[in-house]
């Protein structure tokens, strides 16, 4: 093989992104409504497709869609395990006297403080916070020591309480009329 050419794995998955990636992408963002997210989600398809190549036969297209979509359905339960859990998370972020669309912005701010802290912290919310498991169960999760997960769930809640305490702070009505101008 000379320099610059593709071996035949690299030459089989550059055949079937050509061939597939805008029909994986289409599908993607009609399921996430999302098309950054639809990119980032398609580029994860391919990899997982060079990674495993070997296991699939015949035409890829059908293989990919299918892991496209998997990964969807994954990517949407993530979202709505962040929205149910918001209160947990943050107290006052769903109140219930706030109208749908303040409610919405808060959730998105959530989402969006989330996704800005490191990738290790936000498991560790995810695990600790969210999906309620222990500590001990959080370390072996992500292979790390216990005292490392309450380290990183520390940081991750001094984060999120830095970047959203001033805006997740819910007034009363009371309290609106009571304040100067």
Do not use: N
Not at 168 to 178: L, T, V
Request: glycine letters at 4%; one cysteine or more.
């Amino acid at each position: 093989m000379s320099q610059g050419e593709l071996d035949p794995r690299e030459e089989s998955v550059r055949r079937a992104f050509l061939a597939h990636a805008q029909e994986v992408v289409s599908l993607l963002a009609r399921l996430l409504r999302d098309p950054e997210q639809a990119r980032d989600l398609c580029q994860e398809t391919f990899v997982r497709y060079h990674d495993r190549r070997d296991e699939v036969e015949r035409e890829p297209g059908p293989w990919l869609r299918s892991v496209a979509f998997r990964l969807a359905l994954d990517a949407l339960r993530r979202r709505r395990l962040e929205r149910e859990s918001l209160p947990r998370l943050v107290p006052g972020a769903a109140a219930a006297d706030l109208d749908p669309l303040e409610a919405r912005e808060r959730r998105d701010r959530v989402s969006e403080a989330l996704s800005r802290l490191p990738e290790r912290q936000r498991s560790v919310v995810f695990l600790r916070v969210l999906d309620g498991e222990t500590f001990p169960e959080v370390a072996r999760a992500l292979g790390i020591s216990e005292g490392a997960a309450k380290v990183h769930l520390r940081r991750a809640l001094e984060s999120l309480r830095a970047s959203l305490g001033p805006f997740m702070k819910h007034e009363s009505p009371e309290e609106k009329e009571g304040a100067s101008p």
